[in-house]
């Protein structure tokens, strides 16, 4: 038999094959368990049913400083607002993979440029940075404007909106995995949509975020705080909900 006529065979059998499966029971391919429990989905500003949610509007209770004191940031207008000099601010609750939502906004009265210009930060367990900053017709470097994992990766697009506007970040990220050893047996990824917009699109985090310098893992417990950064701009944020995910 020739290769031509052995490839026709083959594929008269595979066509065979297919229209008796077609021709077969459809049950057969139905999958019935398990069932994807419910979550209802949130009108207009409202989190998913299953959100944990990390501010409404009314007080900073979930959120401390690092030494565990109380939140200094000021709350006003179902938003609150970075304190200058007052520290970062940490979530009192401590998460791993998760589903964020964070709606951020920075100063209508544009001061300073580049990297002094509306600049905090979303750490996902305190250590990798989303970051917030004003890059509306404000040129700096790429892999540190708004959207960018910092000093990492740059964002697909700058989808910034005008200063003193508020924003919005929809993040899904896994987190790194250790082995028994302290090792790293696999990285963290991040997706980030901003006002919509995909611009962080599954994305290997290379370590913890740091100024200067290459990014490496250090070991840590699987959940563990968020924080948004005191830079020393009056940057607002409200709405703020996650909902945490599973393997």
Not at 160 to 186: C, H, I, M, N
Request: charged share 20%; aromatic share 10%.
């Amino acid at each position: 038999m020739t290769t031509f006529s052995r490839v026709l065979l083959a594929a008269v059998l595979v066509g065979h094959v297919l229209a008796h499966a077609q021709r077969g029971d459809p049950k057969l391919t139905e999958v019935w368990q398990p069932v994807p429990r419910v979550v209802t989905p949130g009108t207009n500003a409202a989190p998913p049913s299953d959100a944990v949610v990390l501010f409404a509007g009314a007080d900073l209770s979930g959120w401390q400083h690092q030494d565990g004191s109380r939140a200094k940031w000021t709350v006003s207008d179902a938003a609150f607002t970075v304190a200058k000099g007052t520290g970062d601010l940490y979530t009192v609750r401590a998460f791993g993979d998760c589903q964020l939502h964070v709606e951020w906004r920075t100063p209508a009265q544009v001061a300073g440029d580049g990297q002094d210009r509306g600049n905090s930060g979303v750490y996902l367990q305190s250590r990798y940075e989303l970051q917030v900053l004003d890059s509306y017709n404000n040129p700096t470097y790429s892999n540190g404007q708004a959207a960018s994992i910092y000093k990492q990766h740059i964002p697909l697009v700058n989808a910034s909106r005008k200063p003193g506007e508020w924003q919005t970040y929809d993040v899904v990220f896994r987190g790194p995995r250790f082995k028994d050893d302290g090792s790293l047996a696999r990285a963290a990824y991040i997706t980030v949509l901003h006002n919509g917009v995909l611009v962080q699109d599954h994305a290997e985090i290379k370590g913890s975020t740091v100024f200067i310098g290459s990014p490496t893992y250090q070991r840590h417990y699987p959940k563990e705080p968020l924080m948004l950064q005191d830079h020393g701009s009056a940057v607002s944020y409200r709405n703020i909900w996650i909902r945490e995910l599973g393997d």
